[in-house]
């Protein structure tokens, strides 16, 4: 369940998964990202443990796979917002839609102060630093390496039957 404060969702809301997504693309800037490398590095930049960097930001919950699968709709939202408020641009290209931070985008986050958001920054600099010249064949097949060890870790043996 969503955390809540007064009537505002704070957890998994267009505001937060907006701002993960600006720290990546102002992290990236001036690169353009398209939505599948923005869900691939916005999942790695809070579970960095699963992929041999820092402490992950997120718990390692099991399942969490599954994340990706329901972050494609958040981070979109996420991104509109941060659209509306001029802190992002979408580009429309022959390969599909780009995203890049906007120049008010540094400013905006730097006046941002909260422990989590320094910690996301921090995080998103490594992801950008290791990922960002990576294909997004070899991000996908590093991913899937990770989610086939949580598949294994998490898998309850099968105990024998008796009859």
Known sequence: MAETIGAVRTFNS?????????ILLAESYPAQIDLQRLLEYDYIMVHTGDVDGPPSVHPALPLRSGELLVRRELIER???LMISRG??????????FFYQ???????????????????LKDRATWVVDRFHEMTDQ??????????????????????PRLF
């Open 78 to 80: 996420g991104l509109m």
């Open 101 to 119: 931070a906007e120049d008010d985008a540094g400013p905006f986050l730097d006046a941002l102060d909260a422990d989590y958001l320094t910690e």
């Open 138 to 159: 070899d991000i996908r097949l590093l991913l899937t390496r990770v989610y086939d060890q949580w598949s294994r870790e998490f898998q309850i043996p099968e105990q």
């Open 14 to 22: 267009p505001i937060e998964t907006g701002i993960r997504a600006l």
């Open 87 to 96: 802190l992002v641009t979408r580009h429309a290209t022959a390969n599909g």
